[in-house]
C-alpha cells in the first residue's frame, strides 16, 4: 500500500521558506493552473493558463494565455512551454493541478515528486482528477469575473468548507502518500457545459488512483474522516425524502486490542436539523424524530461499514487507520499491519441528534 520513499525529503522542502522571489506580474509568466494529460506510457502532455494583466495585477479580470506541450516528464514539458514564451515562467502561485483520469489510473509518482520538491509551490495549492482531458476544461471560458483557476479553485474551496466534500490540498496529500497507515485521495471534477462540478471521490493506492466513490456518498467519507459543520444528506423515510443538514459532526478512533489483533471503532456524533421533507403533512415531532434519528443512525451505520469493507478488499486505507494504529502502538510494523489490514474488524457507531425542524416542501 506504501511505497518507501523517505518522507524527509518532502518534510525539508516544506520549511525551505527563504526562497521566495519578489518580482512584478509584467516580468514573469504567471502560472496559477496547470493540467496534465495522459498520452502514452512515457509521454504527458502538460498545460497551463497564463493571466494576461493590464498595468497592474488588480487593473480588472485578466484574460488567459494558454500553452500546451508534449514530453516525458513535467519539467521537460514546462520546458517546452518556456521555449514559447517572451516570459520565464514562474510556478510560485500555483493555485490548482490537474490529472486526467487515465494519467492517474497509469501513476503519478513523478508529478507528484515534482511538486513535492518544488520550494516554490504553496503547500495549501489544490490537485483534483479530471474526468476527460483537462486541457479542454482548463481552455473552456467560464467566467467573465474571474480566471479559470479561481472558478474552479474556488469550486473545491466552497464544496470543503460548506459543503460534503472532505478537506483535501497538496500538504494532505503528500503527507497520506509518504505516511506509513494512509493512502490518499482527491476530488473528481468534469466539465458539463459551460460550468465545471465536482463528481466524486479519488482513491489511490500509493500515486496509482484504483477507486473511486460519487459526490452522493461524499457525506458518508467525510464523518468518517473528519470534525465538521456543514454538510447535507438525505435518506428515505417510510417512503418519504428527508433531508438532514449538519451542524456538528464529531468522529473518535478508538484502537481495541494490540498490534497482532487490532479492532477499530469509530464512534460518530451528529447533530443537525431537518432542512427539508417532502412531504408537508409528516409531522416532526416527538415519537417521530426519535424514529428518523434512528434511520438516519441504521443508514449511515451501513453505508459507511460498506465503504469501508469496500477500501479493505482494495487494500488502501484512505481513514488512516494504520496510522492511528502506529501513533498508539510500541513495535507498530508496516508489513505485519498490511497482511492484517483486509481482515482488521471495523465497527462505526453513530449518535444522530435532531436538534430543530425546518422547512417543509
Known amino acids: 500500500m506504501k511505497n518507501n520513499i523517505s518522507v524527509m525529503v518532502i518534510i525539508g522542502s516544506m520549511f525551505l521558506t527563504g526562497c521566495a522571489e519578489t518580482y512584478s506580474v509584467e516580468e514573469r509568466a504567471v502560472i496559477r493552473i496547470a493540467g496534465y494529460d495522459f498520452v502514452d ?17 488588480s487593473s480588472g479580470t485578466p484574460t488567459e494565455k494558454y500553452q500546451s506541450a508534449v514530453d516525458h516528464s513535467v519539467k521537460e514539458a514546462h520546458e517546452n512551454i518556456q521555449r514559447k514564451l ?5 510556478i510560485g502561485k500555483l493555485e490548482i493541478s490537474l490529472f486526467n483520469e487515465e494519467l492517474t489510473k497509469n501513476g503519478l509518482k513523478n508529478i507528484i515528486d515534482f511538486l513535492g520538491r518544488d520550494p516554490k509551490i504553496g503547500r495549501n495549492s489544490l490537485l483534483s482528477v479530471v474526468k476527460g482531458e483537462t486541457q479542454g476544461l482548463i481552455e473552456a471560458k467560464y467566467s467573465e469575473s474571474e480566471t479559470t483557476s479561481k472558478y474552479i479553485a474556488g469550486l473545491i474551496k466552497q464544496n470543503i468548507n460548506k459543503s460534503n466534500f472532505p478537506e483535501t490540498n497538496l500538504h494532505k496529500f503528500l503527507y497520506a502518500y509518504y505516511a506509513d497507515g494512509m493512502d490518499p485521495f482527491l476530488p473528481i471534477i468534469k466539465r458539463t457545459d459551460s460550468q465545471v462540478e465536482i463528481d466524486g471521490i479519488a482513491f489511490f493506492d500509493g500515486a496509482k488512483m ?22 447535507t444528506k438525505g435518506i428515505k423515510y417510510k417512503e418519504e425524502r428527508i433531508v438532514l ?55 449511515l451505520q451501513a453505508q459507511s461499514i460498506e465503504m469501508i469493507k469496500q477500501f479493505q478488499e482494495l487494500k488502501i486505507d484512505p ?15 508496516l508489513k505485519k499491519w498490511e497482511g492484517v489490514y483486509p481482515t482488521v474488524p471495523v465497527d462505526v457507531k453513530i449518535d444522530v441528534e435532531i436538534i430543530e425542524t425546518g422547512i417543509t416542501s
Open 245 to 299: 443538514e449538519n451542524i456538528g459532526s464529531r468522529v473518535t478512533y478508538h484502537v481495541i486490542d494490540g498490534i497482532e489483533h487490532p479492532r477499530f471503532l469509530l464512534d460518530i456524533k451528529i447533530k443537525g436539523f431537518i432542512n427539508e421533507v417532502e412531504n408537508i403533512n409528516l409531522k416532526l415531532k416527538g415519537s417521530v424524530i426519535k424514529s428518523v434519528e434512528e434511520d438516519f443512525e441504521k443508514t
Open 41 to 57: 506510457e512515457d509521454r504527458l502532455k502538460a498545460t497551463v493558463a497564463i493571466p494576461q494583466y493590464g498595468r497592474d495585477e
Open 210 to 231: 484504483v477507486h473511486s466513490i460519487p459526490y452522493s456518498e461524499a457525506f458518508n467519507f467525510k464523518i468518517m474522516k473528519q470534525d465538521f459543520n456543514r454538510g
Open 319 to 333: 481513514l488512516g487507520l494504520g496510522n492511528e494504529l502506529k501513533n498508539r502502538r510500541r513495535n507498530f510494523d
Open 86 to 90: 517572451s516570459k520565464p515562467i514562474s
